[in-house]
Antibody, heavy 116, light 110 residues
Framework: EVQLVESGGGLVQPGGSLRLSCAASGFTFRSYWMSWVRQAPGKGLEWVAN????????YYVDSVKGRFTISRDNAKKSLYLQMNSLRAEDTAVYYC?????????WGQGTLVTVSS | QSVLTQPPSVSAAPGQKVTISCSGSSSNIGNNYVSWYQQLPGTAPKLLIY???KRPSGIPDRFSGSKSGTSGTLGITGLQTGDEADYYCGTWDSSLSAVIFGGGTKLTVL
């Protein structure tokens, strides 16, 4: 069974940093693109970033370019999102998703709240 | 303002049929596959339809998808109260080099 478990969310002040992790199991992690997708409270889905199987290609939504970095460790079957210079508008539930376009498996999400 | 346009809400009675539209452009739906996701209250999204009209294993055939030009459509027949959820379309946008989603449609089963 495919499982994706996010962690690392929490409350952070504007301008602060946070690192999200996603632990994958139940499939060959190194064979898939992976993505982060977020959902602000009461709002719709927004794709944030994705990363190729070997980490050689990464893409970001314009609003996080230069602030967020996606990475992966295939040996640890883990996906990461380093978030710097956080803003109030980054407040959201962040989902890790297996990315085959479509996103065929999702984690349960981790809440990031940016507030002073 | 989403690049893909969905109606904010739709409603129908149990047992009836409903369709949800997703309108885009040539840079997204017109040249890429459409997928559909169901998000039940308080849960993570779940894939319902991929590659315009294919259902993952375990998704009942009450759910169907289609695409014509720059629009996609999700159909749900035999509505059940358990179908009450938010539904999102998604695709790749070649101009933005980004995955995009519609704004979501809230389905109410009256």
């Amino acid at each position: 069974e495919v499982q994706l478990v996010e962690s690392g969310g929490g409350l952070v002040q504007p301008g602060g940093s946070l690192r999200l992790s996603c632990a994958a199991s139940g499939f060959t992690f190194r064979s898939y693109w992976m993505s982060w997708v977020r959902q602000a409270p009461g709002k719709g889905l927004e794709w944030v970033a994705n990363i190729k199987q070997d980490g050689s290609e990464k893409y970001y939504v314009d609003s996080v370019k230069g602030r967020f970095t996606i990475s992966r460790d295939n040996a640890k079957k883990s996906l990461y999102l380093q978030m710097n210079s956080l803003r109030a508008e980054d407040t959201a539930v962040y989902y890790c998703a297996r990315d085959g376009l479509p996103f065929d498996h999702w984690g349960q999400g981790t809440l990031v709240t940016v507030s002073s | 303002q989403s690049v893909l346009t969905q109606p904010p809400s739709v409603s129908a009675a149990p047992g009836q049929k409903v369709t949800i539209s997703c309108s885009g452009s040539s840079s997204n739906i017109g040249n890429n596959y459409v997928s559909w996701y169901q998000q039940l209250p308080g849960t993570a999204p779940k894939l319902l339809i991929y590659e315009n009209n294919k259902r993952p294993s375990g998704i009942p055939d009450r759910f169907s998808g289609s695409k014509s030009g720059t629009s996609g459509t999700l159909g749900i027949t035999g509505l059940q109260t358990g179908d009450e959820a938010d539904y999102y379309c998604g695709t790749w946008d070649s101009s933005l080099s980004a995955v995009i989603f519609g704004g979501g449609t809230k389905l109410t089963v009256l």
